[in-house]
């Protein structure tokens, strides 16, 4: 026994209401394109580069040093109040 299939809803895309599979399957393409890419306004290009260093001097430590030391569960629990809300 098969199950009847169930009709996707329109959904609202950039170019208005999409009706069709195609439409459908475009509008999210869009909206993914439009999320992941890249935006450079307001980069601190300074912080970019320090983070890029870090990252090559881990991945270049010798296996005997240990470039990230594990936290500590007093470090876990103290992060969400050093944060403070989200705004």
């Given at each position: 026994?098969?199950?009847?299939?169930?009709p996707?809803?329109?959904?609202?895309?950039?170019?208005?209401?999409?009706?069709?599979?195609?439409?459908?399957?475009?509008a999210?393409?869009?909206?993914?394109?439009?999320?992941c890419?890249?935006?450079?306004?307001?980069?601190?290009?300074?912080?970019?580069?320090?983070?890029?260093?870090?990252?090559?001097?881990?991945?270049?430590?010798e296996?005997?040093?240990?470039?990230?030391?594990?936290?500590?569960?007093?470090?876990?629990?103290?992060?969400?109040?050093?944060?403070?809300?989200?705004t």
């Amino acid at each position: 026994m098969k199950r009847q299939r169930v009709p996707v809803p329109p959904i609202h895309g950039a170019r208005g209401v999409a009706f069709t599979t195609e439409d459908k399957a475009e509008a999210f393409a869009e909206t993914l394109e439009r999320q992941c890419s890249l935006v450079y306004e307001n980069v601190n290009v300074n912080q970019i580069g320090r983070i890029h260093q870090r990252v090559r001097d881990i991945l270049t430590a010798e296996e005997d040093e240990d470039p990230i030391r594990p936290t500590l569960p007093e470090e876990a629990k103290a992060v969400p109040v050093q944060q403070g809300p989200r705004t």
